[in-house]
Structures are given as structure tokens and as C-alpha cells.
């Protein structure tokens, strides 16, 4: 079946910090990729997707790139803000799955000032 | 405006007493699903529809019941509340974007405090 891991946090940063949070998949079929972030006290919103191998997911200045090699889908931001501060969340979604996502078990991100 | 509404956000009861949490989404998706999210546990499926009359069980749906009598509509149903389903409550909904690509769009959340 699918699964999803990614790292444990919380992710503690200075602000303008490099921010990596990893997250290894495994699936059946050919899975789409996608990071998740939950504001507090708010819902889940797509933050990046990536739909096949190499492509690259980005937006609000987050990057993402889908490596079948590696079965990853790290996360990645060049300089954080206090504002980016949330729960991120890697979810695939296949075939294999009816298309219900499967979601890793989030990561929390602290950013300082 | 594409949305998925959950109803009600904030709910305390008591053990025992039925409840249900409404679910509604205005996109015409065919796939919606529950979840709900404890601190150190992440997101657990509880239930899904892939559509209407049709609902399966997800990870963790020991006392939960679902219906699916209309597209737009899921309802969640405790029929008898215990406090380890004092919990956050997500509904989503899953719309296909292009070819086999699919996305989940989220309601707002639920809390739910059984005492």
C-alpha cells in the first residue's frame, strides 16, 4: 500500500534560516507529490505539488522536486520567515490509492525572529 | 467560490449523546473523506466515498458512521461519543485537475471535546 514518512520536528529556525524537511514515499503506480501546510488554527491548504519524476513543485518561495530514484519529495525553502511558522504536511495520491491521499504525520515548523 | 464547509466548528458534549458533523462541498467531486488529527499522530482517514452510496473504511473507523445520499454532502456520525474521540475533524474533498492528477481541498475543522 502507500505511505508516506517524513521527519519528526518541530523544526526550530532562526528567521532568514535554509529550511529542509524530508519526506520518502513508497506507492503503487505512479503517485502525484504534494506538501500540505496547516496554519494555527486553520485548515489544511496545498502548498506545492509535482505530478511526475522531476518536476519541480514551488510556490511562496518553497521548492520541492520529485525524485523517483530516491522515492523523495523534500522540502525546501532558501530564507524562512516568522509567518512561515505552521504544520507541514507530504501527502501521495495514485491509482493505487482511488486517489485518496495518504498523508505523512506533519511537521511542525518554529521560526524565530 | 470553490469550498468544502464543515458544521459545526466547535462541539463539547457528553459521552453517549449522538452527534453529527456536516460536510458539504460545492466542486461536484466524486471522493470525499474524514479525518481527524491528534497531537504526535498526524492526519488519520477515518472514512472515504468515492461516491454517492458508495463509503469504505479508512484507518481508524471504529465508532464513526458515515452516509453518502447526495454528491455534495458527507456527513460524520458519533453514535455514541466516547472522550478518546475528543479530537480535530477535517472533511476534504478530492477533485481530479488534469488527466490522473487529484487534489484534496479541506474544510475549515472541527473540534470536538466529548467529556
Known amino acids: 500500500g502507500n505511505s508516506v514518512t517524513q521527519m519528526e520536528g518541530p523544526v526550530t529556525l532562526s528567521e532568514e534560516a535554509f529550511l529542509t524537511i524530508n519526506c520518502t514515499y513508497t506507492a503503487t503506480g505512479y503517485p502525484s507529490l504534494f506538501w500540505y501546510v496547516q496554519y494555527p488554527g486553520e485548515g489544511l491548504q496545498l502548498l506545492l505539488k509535482a505530478t511526475k519524476a522531476d518536476d519541480k513543485g514551488s510556490n511562496k518561495g518553497f521548492e520541492a522536486t520529485y525524485r523517483k530514484e530516491t522515492t523523495s519529495f523534500h522540502l525546501e525553502k532558501g530564507s524562512v520567515q516568522v509567518s512561515d511558522s505552521a504544520v507541514y504536511f507530504c501527502a501521495l495520491s495514485s491509482s493505487g490509492g482511488s486517489y485518496i491521499p495518504t498523508f505523512g504525520r506533519g511537521t511542525s515548523l518554529i521560526v524565530h525572529p | 467560490e470553490a469550498q468544502v464547509t464543515q458544521n459545526p466548528r466547535y462541539l463539547i458534549t457528553v459521552t453517549g449523546k449522538k452527534l453529527t458533523v456536516t460536510c458539504s462541498q460545492n466542486m461536484n467531486h466524486e471522493y470525499m473523506s474524514w479525518y481527524r488529527q491528534d497531537p504526535g499522530l498526524g492526519l488519520r482517514q477515518i472514512y472515504y466515498?468515492?461516491?454517492?452510496?458508495?463509503?469504505d473504511k479508512g484507518d481508524v473507523p471504529e465508532g464513526y458512521k458515515v452516509s453518502r445520499k447526495e454528491k455534495r454532502n458527507f456527513p460524520l456520525i458519533l453514535e455514541s461519543p466516547s472522550p478518546n474521540q475528543t479530537s480535530l475533524y477535517f472533511c476534504a474533498s478530492t477533485g481530479r485537475t488534469s488527466g490522473t492528477v487529484y487534489e484534496q481541498y479541506f474544510g475549515p475543522g472541527t473540534r470536538l471535546t466529548v467529556t
Open positions: 466515498s468515492m461516491n454517492v452510496e458508495v463509503t
